[in-house]
């Protein structure tokens, strides 16, 4: 039992730990997200090497760009697909409503 505990621990304070560094270093994964790039000049050599060792960053290559790790990068299309589904279903809305507005001045007319 105290085995299970002990793993259920870790399982959570590693968790708690990642996603602490998920909320504080928000705005430069989000302009990794947005870029395809994480900007290197935002972060120090201590929080780039804990985002990579917590895999949240990964480095294709030896001497490549750090990238969001696809399961991140997963994590946070999935949290933004409903805000792009409402601006497109906006989108949509407003162009169905100039089509009416159009169709009518032209029955007017």
Known sequence: MSEEHSLESRLVATGTERLSLLGRYADVLM???TRDE?????LTEGALRKL??????????????V???????ELI??????????????????TLEQIRNLVQSYREA
Do not use: S
Request: glycine fraction near 6%; avoid cysteine; aromatic fraction near 4%.
């Open 52 to 65: 990579l060792a917590a895999r949240i960053l990964w480095r294709p290559d030896e001497h490549g760009a």
């Open 31 to 33: 302009q990794g997200y």
């Open 77 to 94: 299309a999935e949290m933004l697909a409903d805000e792009t589904r409402r601006h497109v279903n906006a989108d949509v809305g407003e």
């Open 38 to 42: 994480v900007p290197l000049e935002t």
């Open 67 to 73: 990238k969001l790790t696809p399961k991140v990068r």
